[in-house]
């Protein structure tokens, strides 16, 4: 079974490494001590927490800005660029250590008012998604 380090999980969870820490010291992420004295935790045990996150997420809905919605892959990030054209327009979200883009109208940014340095969230829903193994 795979094991990750503190800061890898830490990046697979967009938080960071101290936020981690915290979890484990609390008892909430199970850990285990390598051979150097570093923490790892196995990877089904990350995969859980992450799931229960979410899930935590979702339980506090909209009252804690969080919209009810199908689309279940959510990004939140903060905007890096938006790009106006005379119709159509194309803005980009840094979330963590994904840059997302999406091509939408002019009419849609102006009325939700987005610009540079703005939080936001981008929400992905695809009939197809391709799956890679690192």
Do not use: C
Request: charged share 25%; proline share 4%; no cysteine.
């Amino acid at each position: 079974m795979r094991s990750y380090s503190i800061g890898r999980a830490a990046r697979l969870l967009g938080v960071s490494p101290d936020t981690v820490r915290r979890w484990a010291d609390a008892g909430r992420l199970p850990t285990r001590r390598d051979e150097a004295g570093k923490r790892l935790i196995a990877g089904e045990d990350l995969a859980a927490f992450a799931g229960a996150l979410a899930a935590e997420a979702a339980a506090a809905g909209p009252e804690r800005g969080v919209p009810y919605t199908s689309a279940r892959n959510a990004f939140p990030g903060i905007i890096t660029a938006v790009t106006l054209g005379d119709v159509a327009a194309q803005v980009e979200i840094q979330a963590g250590p994904h840059r997302l883009v999406s091509l939408l109208t002019r009419e849609a940014v102006e009325e939700l008012g987005l610009a540079v340095g703005m939080e936001a969230v981008a929400r992905v829903k695809a009939t197809s998604v391709h799956i890679d193994r690192t």
